[in-house]
């Protein structure tokens, strides 16, 4: 998409990433019965100080359309990622920008940092049976599924390990 600009957020960012977060994940039905996680969510502020929250805005309004957090190994976001690799979580796009290339923009992002950092994998999980059009840019991307990577935080939450190799460029 044209006219779009990532950077790392400002806490005048965290309300707007906050609110996107939740919306887009309610939106999606992931919210249903989800123990808390919401708070998990709105919670931008925690989520920059462990790891990186990126945003996706409109250049020409200055609007966030986009968020994800971008985490290494040790931190209290990682949950995939082992020495050497980069992990993503919480990716999210404003509802009414989904299909413009933000959840792209984003993705891409993660990547180029992973790669700034010599690691050799990025690692994410999805929820299984949601997020399909997400799941499909993952694939597009190049992640593949590891099923020894898939896991379950909660009876009902099963989530789906995806790797993307850094080493074969």
């Given amino acids: 998409?044209?006219?779009?600009l990532v950077r790392r957020a400002d806490p005048a960012d965290f309300a707007a990433v906050a609110?996107?977060?939740v919306a887009a994940y309610e939106a999606d039905g992931q919210l249903k019965g989800e123990h808390g996680y919401s708070a998990v969510l709105a919670d931008v502020t925690s989520r920059a100080e462990q790891g990186e929250v990126l945003i996706a805005v409109d250049a020409a309004t200055g609007e966030v359309l986009g968020s994800v957090t971008f985490v290494l190994p040790g931190s209290r976001y990682a949950e995939l990622s082992g020495p050497g690799e980069a992990e993503?979580?919480?990716l999210a796009v404003d509802p009414a920008a989904q299909g413009r290339g933000v959840g792209a923009a984003l993705v891409d992002a993660c990547v180029s940092r992973a790669t700034e950092r010599d690691c050799s994998a990025v690692v994410i999980c999805v929820r299984s049976g949601f997020a399909t059009s997400a799941q499909r840019l993952y694939q597009r991307r190049g992640f593949v599924r590891l099923?020894?990577?898939?896991?379950?935080p909660l009876p009902g939450v099963d989530l789906l390990?995806?790797?993307l190799d850094l080493t074969r460029a």
């Avoid at 099923?147 to 379950?152: H, N, T, V």
């Fill in 1 to 4: 998409m044209t006219g779009l």
């Fill in 19 to 21: 609110r996107l977060t």
């Fill in 88 to 90: 993503f979580r919480m």
């Fill in 147 to 152: 099923p020894e990577k898939d896991w379950s």
């Fill in 161 to 163: 390990g995806l790797r």
